[in-house]
Nanobody, 115 residues
Framework: QVQLVESGGGLVQAGGSLRLSCAAS????????MGWYRQAPGKQRDLVAN???????NYADSVKGRFTISRDNAKNTLYLQMNSLKPEDTAVYYC?????????WGQGTQVAVSS
């Protein structure tokens, strides 16, 4: 089991930046694919970006060129740098650990972007 705790959300104006962090427990962090998902009110939870244990990344088309996912395996921490934020980026952002047949989720952190 992996426990995940997100931080870094908040309210920002359009065009601004935020950096989300996800602190993970357990020694397997460095071995697994990690990701960020988001869920806006009344919508499904969608993938924002993920990163494999060796640093290969994948992004949703809507955030390419604006968001950067990274990880620090020595600190068991996942990051999401979000630049040029838009009102449509408003959502609860969740950290995800892909354990193969099982998914672990954090509690989520709210990001609100005002126009």
């Amino acid at each position: 089991q992996v426990q995940l705790v997100e931080s870094g959300g908040g309210l920002v104006q359009a065009g601004g930046s935020l950096r989300l962090s996800c602190a993970a427990s357990g020694s397997i962090f460095r071995l697994i694919t990690m990701g960020w998902y988001r869920q806006a009110p009344g919508k499904q939870r969608d993938l924002v970006a993920n990163i494999t244990n060796i640093g290969h990344t994948n992004y949703a088309d809507s955030v390419k060129g604006r968001f950067t996912i990274s990880r620090d395996n020595a600190k068991n921490t996942l990051y999401l740098q979000m630049n040029s934020l838009k009102p449509e980026d408003t959502a609860v952002y969740y950290c995800n650990a892909n354990l193969g047949g099982r998914q672990c989720w954090g509690q989520g952190t709210q990001v609100a972007v005002s126009s």
